[in-house]
């Protein structure tokens, strides 16, 4: 079965620095990918997905993934945190062994420093 | 634009005692899920529904029930509830089919925060 690994549940970052969080999945097939965001008692927000096609993929609020094939990772960047995004972060695959449901790693909660 | 919309919000229950959640979506959504979220373990796939009238077991569905009443609804039942049962209960819908998300984004409730004593 797929699974997901968020490398760190926890990163802190000043105000203006650069926001990594990591994702690795475990497949042999390119999956679908996606990055969800989770602010304080909300649901989860789309912030950006991966099909096919180009790997580097844009989302809101100035993030942007990178699907690498060979590394088995789709790593979430923003090249300068804002205090609005401090918030919890899950990455999610698309299980294709069983029946393209959703598999969430453990996520990374994003703490921004003033 | 309400999207998915869970009720209650939040709830306290004794363990023993039975309740429902609720979930209803306005995107005429063919799919819809359950999940349950716990710290440091991501979101686990209670149930699903692959369009009206069928459902499936997730990942981690002994101790629930569901029903997909409708197109639009799809609710959440614990019979009787335990403290392991504590947790943050997510609604979920999208246009994928065959109860898969495919390339298809999921859409969240707000979820209902549940605590059993």
């Known amino acids: 079965a797929q699974s997901v690994t968020q490398l760190g549940s926890h990163v802190s970052v000043s105000e203006g620095a650069l926001v990594l969080l990591r994702c690795n999945y475990s497949?042999?097939?390119?999956?679908?990918l996606f990055w969800y965001v989770q602010y304080p008692n909300q649901g989860l927000q789309l912030l950006l997905k991966?099909?096919?096609?180009?790997?580097l993929v844009k989302g809101i609020n100035g993030f942007e993934a990178e699907f690498k094939k060979s590394e088995t990772s789709f790593h979430l960047t923003k090249p300068s945190a804002h205090m609005s995004d401090a918030a919890e972060y899950f990455c999610?695959?698309?299980?294709?062994?069983?029946?393209?449901?959703?598999?969430f790693g453990a996520g990374t909660i994003l703490r921004v420093k003033s | 634009n309400a999207g998915v919309t869970q009720t209650p919000k939040f709830q306290v229950l004794k363990t023993g005692q039975s309740m429902t959640l609720q979930c209803a979506q306005d995107?005429?959504?063919?799919?819809m899920y359950w999940y349950r979220q716990d710290p440091g373990m991501g979101l686990r796939l209670i149930y699903y529904s692959a369009s009206e009238g069928t459902t499936d077991k997730g990942e981690v569905p002994n101790g629930y029930n569901v029903s997909r009443l409708n197109k639009r609804e799809f609710s959440l039942r614990l019979e009787s509830a335990a403290p392991s049962q504590t947790s943050v209960y997510f609604c979920a819908s999208n246009q994928g089919s065959g109860g898969g998300s495919g390339n298809q984004p999921q859409h969240f409730g707000d979820g209902t925060r549940l605590s059993i004593l």
């Open positions: 497949s042999s097939v390119p999956p679908y």
């Open positions: 999610a695959v698309s299980d294709l062994m069983r029946g393209n449901k959703l598999v």
């Open positions: 991966y099909t096919t096609g180009a790997t």
């Open positions: 995107m005429n959504h063919n799919s």
